[in-house]
């Protein structure tokens, strides 16, 4: 996907940070999906060795830990960016696979808006109510 349409299909829905921590989120999520695998096949056939493939197979099983632990990081650095675009707490593992179809459903469902939208959503909503008189 071109950088371009990337931002055009992701900036209005969660922001420029937001979709700066989706884009760095994928390149990580990527990495960690081609890699892990990779490592912990490679871990299971050290053990089997013994003696200093115990000891290879731990480190890279710290590698593997490692690479897990970015991925979580990853995911919480988008829910702060989705949570400061939306001004509502969301947590990383409240966020829903991010396609734009899916995202909408799970914004609507939630009731999510830009925090702007939603003050002019709130807005039009009292202008079109009638004055109460004390």
Not at 50 to 71: D, I, P, Q, R
Not at 83 to 109: H, L, T, Y
Request: charged residues 20%.
């Amino acid at each position: 996907m071109a950088s371009a349409s990337f931002d055009a299909i992701w900036i209005p829905r969660i922001g420029e940070r937001g979709a700066y921590e989706l884009r760095r989120g994928r390149k990580i999520s990527l990495t960690v999906a081609t890699v892990v695998p990779l490592l912990a096949v490679a871990a299971g056939v050290l053990f089997a060795v013994g003696g200093v493939g115990n000891l290879l197979g731990a480190m890279l099983m710290v590698v593997v830990a490692g690479c897990c632990a970015m991925f979580v990081r990853a995911q919480m650095r988008l829910a702060a960016a989705m949570s400061e675009w939306f001004g509502v707490k969301i947590r990383g593992g409240q966020i829903p696979k991010m396609n734009p179809q899916r995202f909408d459903v799970w914004c609507e469902a939630r009731g999510l808006h830009h925090q702007t939208k939603q003050v002019a959503d709130q807005e039009a909503e009292s202008s079109d109510m009638p004055a109460r008189r004390s």
